[in-house]
């Protein structure tokens, strides 16, 4: 038996002594977690900005706030989650109830990406712990520091038959994915989780899997510019543009692109630095993960025409927040999700034409449309499937957990945060509760009756 085997045949075990199911326990668990990422918050904020050399701004909004609070949301709703839900019993079963039971599926598997290391593993295992399934965590590598605290924080709060970290990069992920497990959940790229999808078919787990790909940013002639720029501009350079749900490339009508264009060199300068100088000196920004991203973004850079930025310094991996112009889908930034702080313009005239670029591409995980225009918001709305997304804003909708997070195709299948989170994690068990107090005939073949008995219920 190798480690992952072991712990999952721990985990197991301790799923079978019925505790994790018990709202008490769930609920100490959570608190449990709160308060030791709170002891850990230093330790985090230190691996983040080793990792990515993220600003303690960033790393709070999107990551350890995140999670806090969608814990806080959790533990206040758990309980009324938990109960059996009555529904409604048909005719033909007179005398019964009917309920759904949501039920732990067990031991989860939870596989997460580098670009938000931590709330990207903590925010899934908020969802199985509340839903009473053991998990097994698997970081990213990418971010090796993050990965650790992750495992030290866990190890010193939860044993590992309940709450288990495996850190490594794909061969780790493999092992673990050659296991039976009750539920994986995936976060990361599109090639990555067709493999997941693969590894989860030969016990037909179920999965979720939040995957990426290239997100449209729609500015239509009507939108407010100046705040709409600021808002673009706050989205896509947030993480130096790592994040997956950050607008991929921005599509204008051409009647405002120049003056939108303006706003938005405006904000960069606002947000990241006056000039080039400044900004390639200022060591609060964050950074690129790695150096094969570094070279695969610079070559983006080659023999375009930029409209902002594409300053860059490869010896901290940082390069300036750019935009691009004169991209078409031929473009090599066009071809694959940017995943990186620079930002492709294409203009249009008819908002059919961008409606029919998009949907000849991928499902996105999210759009952005900026329009004061509720028939062409109804329109985007019905024109394109994508997993979520903002009317004039961007990112947003991601923090806020009345809304399910998900992608849709190719972006993924499946969504979590707030109730969501629970669902992703639970089974909903059906139940009819049979009277034994009468026994209608009805259904019998010895009824004489049956067929149009039933003929007359069922029609
Ligand atoms: P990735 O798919 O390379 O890695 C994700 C995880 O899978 C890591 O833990 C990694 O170790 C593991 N892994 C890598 N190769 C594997 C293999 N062959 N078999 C099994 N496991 C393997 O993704 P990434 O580079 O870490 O993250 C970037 C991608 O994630 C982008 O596409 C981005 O859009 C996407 N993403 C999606 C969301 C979302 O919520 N939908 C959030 C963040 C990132």
Known sequence: MNQSEKILKKQRDFFATGVTQEAS????????????????????????????????LDTYSTELGMVLSEINYLTKNLVSWMKAKRV???????????????????VALIISPWNYPFQLTLAPLLGAMAAGNCAILKPSELSPHVSRVIAEMMSSQFPSEYIAVIEGGAEAS?????????????????????????????????????????????????????????????????????TCIAPDYLFVHKDVKEELVEHMQGYIRNFYGQDSQTM?????????????????????LERAHV??????????????????????????V???????????????????????????????????????????QDRILQGISFGGGCFNDTVMHIVTPYLPFGGVGNSGNGAYHGK?????????????????????????????????AIRFLMK
């Open 307 to 332: 409209l902002a930025g594409g300053g860059y310094d490869e010896k901290r991996r940082f390069i300036e927040p750019t935009i691009l112009d004169q991209v078409d889908w031929n473009h090599p």
């Open 25 to 56: 326990f769930r609920l100490e668990q959570l608190n449990k977690l709160k308060q030791v990422i709170q002891r850990f918050e230093p330790a985090i904020l230190e691996a983040l900005h080793h990792d990515l050399n993220k600003s303690e």
């Open 88 to 106: 409604k019993t048909p005719l033909t079963h007179i005398g019964s109830r009917s309920f759904i039971y949501p039920e732990p599926y067990g």
């Open 174 to 242: 493999t092992e673990l994915l050659n296991l039976k497990f009750d539920k994986i959940f995936f976060t990361g790229s599109v090639v990555v989780g067709k493999i997941v999808a693969q590894a989860a078919a030969q016990y037909l787990t179920p999965v979720t899997l939040e995957l990426g790909g290239k997100s449209p940013c729609i500015v239509h002639k009507d939108a407010k510019l100046d705040l709409a720029a600021k808002r673009i501009v706050w989205g896509k350079f947030l993480n130096a543009g790592q």
């Open 334 to 376: 066009m071809q694959e999700e940017i995943f990186g702080p620079i930002l492709p313009v294409l203009e249009y005239e008819d908002l059919e034409e961008v409606i029919a670029q998009v949907n000849e591409h991928e499902k996105p995980l999210a759009l952005y449309f900026f329009s004061e225009n509720k028939g062409l």
């Open 420 to 452: 969501s989170s629970f669902e992703a994690f639970s089974h909903q068990k059906s139940i009819l509760s049979q009277s034994t107090q009468f026994d209608l005939p009805v259904r019998y073949p010895s009824f004489k009756y049956a067929l149009q």
């Open 280 to 300: 390639l000196q200022n060591n609060d920004l964050t950074v690129i993960v790695n150096d094969r991203h570094f070279q695969r973004l610079i070559t983006y």
